[in-house]
């Protein structure tokens, strides 16, 4: 079969078509969401009937996967390292429940940080969660990890953990297909109560997780993907995690590495492989895309009798990405580097587009503000958070998506008016409408403004979970339907919305501004169209 | 054979059009690529770059080495020189002399010019003016593709088979437009080559 040209996220896609899932299940998030976007656009995946719209947020998608996971059929769940943080209650249950149908959750870290907010590593996740993890070096290995993870998920009843990062989420390699296998029957689990965590049932489940543990080690040492290469150089062992291992094979052409490498791309990390490079090697370097997991378990909290190098002692940078000459130098190979950008090159940093609807909110929020003390806008995570940048300077806060309406309300509650949410139509339904609950169960003193461009925009404008809903959201939470006001945020209409913005700023009660108006490159693409 | 090269340009320019191409004509001779590409929050009117890798042998890195890019390819000028630490020694930059501004404190355009200028092996053109020329400014990047075609060691028929796969469904009209765009690009530059003796 000719090899496809595949993005590592369509490949991980393509895997899960071609081995039997049933459904997908994700919320946006960079750089996961072309997981999801493969298969809502392929003709294969339409003809299997798989399941693949976007779900509320990571949780539900997590949870909806366990239950396809509870009938037996497989599920994969995709979301973006802090996606995670959102499903975690559902996730580190997962791993007491065990799965029924395979259940791999992908979660692509951003290390760097290069649409993020932090860099978490989620193999702590998987760790944490104690399940087995996979984490792919290449397009080629992502794939065929896909069908392996759905064989383990299924042989050893458990949810698996496949951790990949941006580098191999959006970057391009030829991958070879395996044959497509059918889709599960409906089979519910043989225990009828493994699914239900009633202390006296999970205390048992969990006893059987710890016990399995020996059972996901076992694997790790013998499915193949954790590799041993012995090199004559006994002088140092290097351990390298996931895609390190392509900037380690970077530094030597020929390939021909003369130490000796333990490829790690499977974890419980690999103990006898291990103990086999540290007994067999004067002293160990750890190159692992992400925080220092496996140092740190090596080096133990007394650093005792072996040399381990990294992130930890400065041979490696502490934070961001690997790279080739990061590699290079952690190994004292002969670093290469072109000339300095010259001073002229100014930075380009991203910016909302020019007739974006969110600079017309944004323009008519500062005039509004103007009459009081600075400080007052709890914004959130989309296109509009670059209203932090100059000229509008507009927000001063973003955290988290939701946090806007809760930290609003959380310096309201503690006498701060006016307090003021901005937020947007995807941000709302994924974490924010609970936050409006608890406000309008509270009385808080909050203005919200949810920005509706009608789509996900700062991903690609996904289809909205929020679309036509917002109104009935905010009136069945409980906000007065005299302050759910909705206007458009054109410059011809600025003058009259910002009048209205100024009377729900003074007005000592919650109200909601629905600021509406379709983002202007969904618009430009169902033109073109 | 390897080719390292460092596509450069402002997010919704097309740069991976070029990538697209290459990476079809690359294909066709059974040339192993990779191809790291920036997705999500820069594509919003900020700087973007993607790496492509060519070569006969298997790849390890997504990512090319600083100082070993033998290609620099540009749609804008000030973003041509943002990845001069990953061009090597003897390597090529190729751009587009027609800015994009969308910053305030975008540098003089003659300053731009005299930083490519210095760049040993360097060809600049504008790349918008020719395709207007042509009849479609939008082929602009396939006039800087054409212009990098001298360098990239691969048959300027692959990259003509490429078009003709890339914009085939869009019919022979748009063919023929890129077709010429590619071949406006490639004179400009074996002529500035010729030109150096
Ligand atoms: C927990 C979590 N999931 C996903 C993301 C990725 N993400 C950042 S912004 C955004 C879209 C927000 O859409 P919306 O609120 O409608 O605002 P817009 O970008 O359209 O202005 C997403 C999905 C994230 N940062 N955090």
């Not at chain 2, 590619?182 to 030109?195: Q, R, S, T, V, W």
Request: proline fraction near 4%; include cysteine.
């Amino acid at each position: 079969m000719q090899k496809l040209l595949l993005l590592g996220a369509e490949a991980i896609a393509q895997a899960a078509i071609d081995a039997g899932i049933t459904g997908i299940f994700a919320y946006p998030g960079t750089p996961s969401t072309e997981i999801t976007e493969y298969v809502q656009n392929s003709k294969q995946a339409g003809e299997k009937k798989i399941r693949s719209a976007w779900s509320a947020n990571e949780k539900t998608a997590m949870e909806a996967g366990l239950g396809v996971s509870y009938v037996g059929k497989r599920a994969m769940v995709c979301m973006k390292h802090v996606g995670l943080n959102v499903a975690a209650d559902a996730f580190v249950n997962s791993a007491i429940t065990g799965a029924n149908g395979g259940l791999i959750v992908v979660v692509a870290d951003d290390p760097s940080m290069h649409s993020s907010q932090n860099e978490q590593d989620s193999r702590f996740y998987g760790k944490f969660a104690m399940i087995p993890i996979l984490e792919p070096t290449n397009q080629q290995e992502a794939y065929d990890m896909v069908h392996y993870g759905f064989d383990l998920s299924e042989k050893l009843s458990i949810p698996v953990l496949l951790r990949i990062t941006t580098r191999l989420a959006h970057s391009r390699a030829g991958v070879a297909q395996k044959p497509e296998r059918g889709q599960n029957e409906l089979r519910l689990p043989s225990d009828m109560r493994q699914f239900i965590l009633l202390p006296a049932i999970a205390r048992k489940r969990y006893k059987g997780l710890l016990a399995n543990q020996a059972l996901f080690l076992d694997d790790s040492e013998k499915s193949g993907f954790n590799k041993y290469i012995d090199g004559p150089d006994k002088s140092r062992g290097i351990i390298v995690c996931g895609i390190a291992y392509n900037y380690l094979m970077e530094n030597y052409p020929d390939r021909n590495v003369p130490f000796p490498i333990l490829k790690i791309t499977q974890y419980p990390a690999p103990r006898d492989m291990i103990e086999r490079l540290v007994g067999a090697c004067d002293e160990i370097l750890v190159l692992e895309e992400g925080a220092p997991m496996i140092e740190e378990l090596l080096k133990g909290f007394l650093s005792i009798g072996l040399t381990v190098k990294g992130r930890l002692d400065g041979t490696v940078p502490r934070d961001g990405e690997l790279n080739p000459n990061i590699v290079a130098r952690a190994l004292n190979l002969k670093d290469t580097y072109g000339q300095d950008i010259p001073d002229l090159v100014a930075g380009r940093p991203p910016s909302m587009c020019v007739g974006c609807g969110h600079i017309d909110v944004y323009n008519a929020l500062n005039e509004a503000l103007n009459e009081y003390s600075k400080g007052r806008v709890f914004s959130d995570i989309g296109c509009y958070t670059l209203g932090a940048l100059a000229p509008y300077n507009a927000i001063n806060t973003c955290v988290d998506m939701g946090a806007s309406i809760t930290m609003a309300k959380g310096a309201a509650d503690a006498g701060f008016f006016p307090a003021v949410a901005v937020i947007g139509d995807s941000t709302f339904t994924h974490s924010g409408m609970t936050g409006l609950l608890d406000a309008a169960n509270d009385g808080s003193s909050i203005t919200v403004l949810i920005s509706d461009n009608s789509t996900t925009g700062m991903t690609g404008g996904q289809k909205s979970s929020a679309s036509g809903k917002i109104e009935a959201i905010c009136k069945a939470v409980g906000v007065e339907e005299d302050h759910i006001k909705v206007l458009k945020p054109l410059k011809k209409f600025h003058e009259e919305n910002l009048k209205i913005i100024q009377e729900e700023l003074a007005y000592p009660g919650l109200s909601v501004i629905i600021p509406r108006r379709e983002c202007i490159q969904t618009l430009g693409r169902r033109m073109r169209i | 054979m390897k080719k390292d090269i460092i596509l450069a340009g402002v997010g919704g320019q097309g740069i991976l059009t070029i990538a697209s191409v290459i990476g079809l004509a690359a294909i066709e001779v059974g040339l192993f690529l990779k191809q790291a590409e920036v997705h999500g929050m820069s594509q919003r009117g900020g700087d973007v770059q993607s790496n492509l890798r060519l070569s006969d042998k298997e790849i390890a890195s997504d990512l090319i080495p600083f100082g070993q890019a033998d290609m620099i390819i540009s749609v804008e000028p000030m973003e041509s020189l943002r990845y001069l630490p990953m061009l090597s020694k003897e390597g090529w930059l190729i751009t587009n002399t027609q800015t994009f501004i969308n910053i305030p404190n975008y540098p003089a355009k003659e300053d731009i010019i005299a930083g490519i200028e210095k760049i040993k092996n360097h060809v600049a053109l504008d790349a918008e003016n020719i395709a207007k020329e042509i009849g479609s400014a939008r082929a602009a990047n396939i006039v800087v593709l054409g212009a990098a075609a001298p360098f990239l060691d691969l048959d300027y028929n692959l990259l003509e088979n490429a078009l003709n796969t890339l914009f085939g469904k869009k019919g022979e009209k748009v063919v023929g437009l890129n077709l010429a765009a590619l071949k406006a690009g490639h004179d400009f530059a074996m002529e500035k080559i010729e030109g150096r003796g």
